[in-house]
């Protein structure tokens, strides 16, 4: 059965749609699919939930504060769809695959009228007939793990786009939900990939991030990914990146890559979690610290100006102060250009949940405000080496302080705003870069590449 057309012989005039997202880019690019086939059902976006018709919540189940937003919104917009019954609003991503939240949903958010999962975005159409022919909660149970491709993307920038290469994650570290909420592993045809890319390319589309929990692995691991980005970068979009790569897997073939290739931006984003060896082996990461390190001296051997960034996780089950100082000891080596914090946050269902602290949650806190100070410096410091270097910003749009600027990143992913006006939006021009700051740069523009 064609259920987009029978929505739309059942929905009558024009209709509106808000989507709320929360979490990674996977999930931002899960909702721009959403939106392409909420488009095809003649549903045009808005972003008052009060004119909408249709509201779509795409949930992050990564951290208990992405999931308390979530019941947070859905609990302040209840009197919206008291007052409009004929809204629907309906609940996917990572929350809507696990068990608990799923339960949550039916007994005590039982006015959310459909639930479906991570894999299950295709069914959408059909899902929606069902709810609008039922008038009953509709959850989707039959998640598979396949690839669904066919699915039309309307895509929130036409100048950087996320392209997905793989779904879920094999890796099960121990404090992580994704593999619980996202399933196994399973990649797109490099022909699909490639595809898309060429299609944003025409579009005018100048950057591509490459998305999947585990690049590296692409394909089913060795030299795959790399063959992958070399077939991407032959495409001639001008930019290329890639998340999130785990580093027992990134191989020196990526590297060397990287290395070679123009179009393959110098900024990597690898993942480090902890510096105790002890925390990875209870975190299940599978390496070291001295083979992180090792790691990060290959990858500085071919490319020595690259940018690194990384994702570390404080206060896990059993980090005493001088584990977290182990942490302290591989930023300061590594010196990375930025890192993004957390504090760990027990997941249900996975190994961690069940491990023991051994330091109060004061002491985290206090462990989180010192890493952070720490890094600061060290992000301002490597800032300060660009100052009065001239680098190519490709321009994204209008600074959000301030309407005379305009804002856009290097190559290395910095963050420059530099006065000009809207006609440089998507443009990649060569700014002087005269002020730095710890999260962002200033320039003046010096011309067009
Ligand atoms: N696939 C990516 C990460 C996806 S999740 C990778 O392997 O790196 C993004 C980040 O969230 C992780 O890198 C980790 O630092 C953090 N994270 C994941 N689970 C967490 C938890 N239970 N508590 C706190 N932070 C967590
Ligand atoms: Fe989570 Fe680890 Fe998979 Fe990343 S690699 S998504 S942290 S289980
Ligand atoms: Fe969150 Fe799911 Fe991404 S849990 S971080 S939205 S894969």
Same mark, same amino acid.
């Given at each position: 059965?064609?259920?987009?057309?029978?929505?739309?012989?059942?929905?009558?005039?024009?209709?509106?749609?808000?989507?709320?997202?929360?979490?990674?880019?996977?999930?931002?690019?899960?909702?721009?699919?959403?939106?392409?086939?909420?488009?095809?059902?003649?549903?045009?976006?808005?972003?008052?939930?009060?004119?909408?018709?249709?509201?779509?919540?795409?949930?992050?189940?990564?951290?208990?504060?992405?999931?308390?937003?979530?019941?947070?919104?859905?609990?302040?917009?209840?009197?919206?769809?008291?007052?409009?019954?004929?809204?629907?609003?309906?609940?996917?991503?990572?929350?809507?695959?696990?068990?608990?939240?799923?339960?949550?949903?039916?007994?005590?958010?039982?006015?959310?009228?459909?639930?479906?999962?991570?894999?299950?975005?295709?069914?959408?159409?059909?899902?929606?007939?069902?709810?609008?022919?039922?008038?009953?909660?509709?959850?989707?149970?039959?998640?598979?793990?396949?690839?669904?491709?066919?699915?039309?993307?309307?895509?929130?920038?036409?100048?950087?786009?996320?392209?997905?290469?793989?779904?879920?994650?094999?890796?099960?570290?121990?404090?992580?939900?994704?593999?619980?909420?996202?399933?196994?592993?399973?990649?797109?045809?490099?022909?699909?990939?490639?595809?898309?890319?060429?299609?944003?390319?025409?579009?005018?589309?100048?950057?591509?991030?490459?998305?999947?929990?585990?690049?590296?692995?692409?394909?089913?691991?060795?030299?795959?990914?790399?063959?992958?980005?070399?077939?991407?970068?032959?495409?001639?979009?001008?930019?290329?990146?890639?998340?999130?790569?785990?580093?027992?897997?990134?191989?020196?073939?990526?590297?060397?890559?990287?290395?070679?290739?123009?179009?393959?931006?110098?900024?990597?984003?690898?993942?480090?979690?902890? @510096?105790?060896?002890?925390?990875? =082996?209870?975190? *299940?990461? &599978?390496?070291? %610290?001295?083979?992180?390190? $090792?790691? !990060?001296?290959?990858?500085?051997?071919?490319?020595?100006?690259?940018?690194?960034?990384?994702?570390?996780?404080?206060?896990?089950?059993?980090?005493?102060?001088?584990?977290?100082?182990?942490?302290?000891?591989?930023?300061?080596?590594?010196?990375?250009?930025?890192?993004?914090?957390?504090?760990?946050?027990?997941?249900?269902?996975?190994?961690?949940?069940?491990?023991?602290?051994?330091?109060?949650?004061?002491?985290?806190?206090?462990?989180?405000?010192?890493?952070?100070?720490?890094?600061?410096?060290?992000?301002?410091?490597?800032?300060?080496?660009?100052?009065?270097?001239?680098?190519?910003?490709?321009?994204?749009?209008?600074?959000?302080?301030?309407?005379?600027?305009?804002? @856009?990143?290097?190559?290395?992913? =910095?963050?420059? *705003?530099? &006065?000009?006006? %809207?006609?440089?939006?998507? $443009?990649? !021009?060569?700014?002087?870069?005269?002020?730095?700051?710890?999260?962002?740069?200033?320039?003046?523009?010096?011309?067009?590449?």
């Amino acid at each position: 059965m064609d259920y987009i057309k029978a929505v739309q012989d059942i929905s009558h005039g024009s209709k509106l749609a808000k989507i709320y997202t929360f979490g990674c880019q996977q999930n931002e690019n899960d909702s721009e699919r959403i939106a392409g086939i909420l488009s095809d059902m003649g549903y045009g976006l808005t972003d008052d939930v009060n004119r909408a018709d249709f509201v779509v919540f795409n949930t992050c189940a990564i951290r208990e504060n992405a999931e308390k937003k979530v019941y947070g919104i859905l609990g302040s917009i209840k009197h919206v769809k008291e007052m409009k019954r004929e809204m629907i609003i309906a609940l996917c991503g990572c929350m809507a695959n696990e068990e608990h939240n799923r339960e949550k949903i039916k007994k005590t958010f039982n006015w959310v009228d459909i639930v479906f999962g991570t894999n299950s975005i295709h069914r959408l159409p059909g899902l929606l007939y069902e709810r609008l022919q039922s008038k009953k909660q509709i959850i989707s149970e039959d998640e598979d793990n396949q690839v669904h491709e066919g699915i039309k993307t309307k895509r929130q920038s036409k100048i950087r786009a996320g392209v997905p290469i793989m779904y879920g994650c094999n890796n099960f570290c121990s404090y992580c939900i994704v593999p619980y909420v996202r399933g196994r592993e399973r990649s797109r045809s490099e022909e699909d990939i490639l595809k898309e890319v060429v299609e944003a390319k025409h579009g005018g589309c100048k950057e591509i991030m490459l998305l999947g929990q585990n690049v590296n692995s692409y394909g089913g691991g060795g030299d795959n990914f790399a063959r992958l980005l070399e077939h991407v970068s032959d495409t001639g979009i001008e930019r290329i990146r890639f998340m999130t790569s785990h580093p027992k897997d990134i191989s020196e073939s990526v590297i060397k890559v990287m290395a070679e290739r123009d179009n393959i931006c110098n900024s990597l984003h690898l993942p480090l979690q902890s @510096g105790s060896s002890k925390i990875l =082996k209870a975190m *299940n990461r &599978k390496y070291t %610290k001295e083979w992180y390190l $090792e790691k !990060v001296d290959m990858i500085k051997s071919y490319i020595p100006d690259i940018a690194l960034t990384t994702d570390i996780i404080v206060g896990f089950p059993g980090e005493t102060t001088p584990d977290f100082e182990e942490t302290l000891d591989v930023l300061g080596k590594v010196r990375f250009d930025m890192i993004y914090s957390f504090i760990f946050s027990p997941r249900k269902g996975t190994p961690a949940e069940k491990m023991e602290d051994v330091i109060s949650d004061e002491e985290k806190k206090r462990n989180f405000e010192r890493m952070l100070d720490f890094q600061n410096e060290i992000s301002l410091q490597k800032n300060l080496v660009l100052k009065d270097a001239e680098e190519y910003v490709l321009t994204e749009g209008e600074s959000k302080t301030n309407s005379d600027f305009m804002t @856009g990143r290097t190559e290395s992913n =910095k963050i420059v *705003n530099f &006065k000009g006006d %809207k006609s440089l939006e998507g $443009e990649i !021009v060569k700014v002087k870069i005269t002020e730095v700051g710890t999260f962002s740069l200033t320039g003046e523009i010096k011309g067009l590449r």
